[in-house]
């Protein structure tokens, strides 16, 4: 690592070590961290996103062997989920041990659990001695942020340090797993496909809709852009106003576009699913500047990461 880079992530240990909150970057998405057991440092979190206090947070450990701080009674299929996608973006709902507190999991019995495939947040676990709990450093509700430019719009001086690492490579968080003895629930969709989790652990199914969410991410209204967001099966002429904006699935026909241009985002050269998640918060965000009156966003095939990327849409077109 850089000597710069090292730099940084030592000052920012010693804020995570002191109660502070520090912005740092991962494979998902930009996060806002600060000791798991420091509950002082955890409602400053909640505080400076708006958070909701029933929201519980992920909590972002630098090996495997780290689970043992956080939970109890880790089944087998937990662990192969975690020896085969971590460091990834699989998040896994553990019983949560004595030593976490409750202000981290909203009162829940269950703590959500993941480790990051990047260089920086686990240098800086590393370095703090201790595993980080980290929502998506926006306000809560809104885009998440997928580059420090991103967090600084969004936080500015709220926070006592902000990390670039450059642009997120997934772009999307993280899917969220719970296994009970008899069923495995995937309760958010996110960089792990359902179809990649299956292959491990055998069939999995959505949970049924709840008031108040028992991991992160489930709220129905979330992700979303200040300009109001629809969906549609296909973008076509019809929907081209001054006011409208776009957001394209695969990138669209020269001739198609010559009446909006400067006006759409798109997805995917090609359809790519996994580019199309790494692509989709910094389109919206690109988008939600133009100051429109309205984003039409294209759904997306409904398998891999489909599944992931139109979870987020839908959530974003349930504006607040």
Not at 157 to 168: A, L, R, S
Not at 252 to 281: Q, R, T, V
Not at 282 to 299: F, R, W
């Amino acid at each position: 690592m850089a000597n710069i880079l090292q730099s940084n992530i030592s000052k920012a240990a010693d804020l995570i070590k002191s109660g502070g909150i520090v912005c740092f970057p991962t494979e998902t998405v930009y996060g806002i961290g600060a000791d798991v057991f420091n509950p002082t440092g955890i409602a400053k979190i909640f505080e400076i996103k708006n958070r909701p206090f029933f929201d519980p947070l992920i909590v972002h450990i630098a090996s495997i062997e780290d689970i043992d701080k956080l939970a109890v009674d880790i089944s087998e299929k937990a662990l192969d989920l975690a020896s085969k996608f971590w460091p990834g973006p699989l998040t896994i709902i553990f019983e949560k041990n004595e030593n976490v507190p409750d202000i981290v999991t909203s009162g829940l019995s269950t703590v959500a659990v993941r480790m990051p495939k990047h260089e920086i947040p686990i240098s800086l676990i590393l370095e703090s001695k201790t595993p980080i709990a980290a929502p998506s450093a926006n306000p809560f509700g809104y885009l998440s942020p997928t580059t420090a430019q991103h967090v600084f719009d969004y936080l500015g001086d709220k926070v006592d340090m902000i990390i670039d690492g450059g642009p997120c490579s997934v772009g999307i968080e993280s899917t969220i797993v719970k296994i009970t003895e008899t069923e495995t629930f995937i309760l958010r969709p996110g960089g792990i496909s359902k179809e990649e989790i299956e292959k491990v652990i055998g069939k999995t199914r959505l949970p049924e809709p709840c008031k108040l969410p028992n991991a992160p991410g489930q709220l129905p209204n979330h992700y979303s852009p200040r300009t109001a967001l629809d969906i549609v099966g296909k973008i076509t002429e019809d929907l081209f106003t001054d006011k409208a904006l776009f957001l394209f699935y695969k990138k669209p026909d020269k001739d198609k576009i010559n009446p909006i241009k400067g006006k759409f985002e798109y997805l995917s050269s090609d359809g790519n699913l996994h580019e199309a998640a790494a692509n989709i918060f910094s389109a919206l965000h690109k988008l939600d500047k133009l100051n429109g009156k309205i984003i039409y966003a294209e759904k997306v095939s409904e398998h891999g990461l489909g599944l992931a990327i139109n979870d987020r849409l839908i959530k974003a077109a349930n504006k607040i």
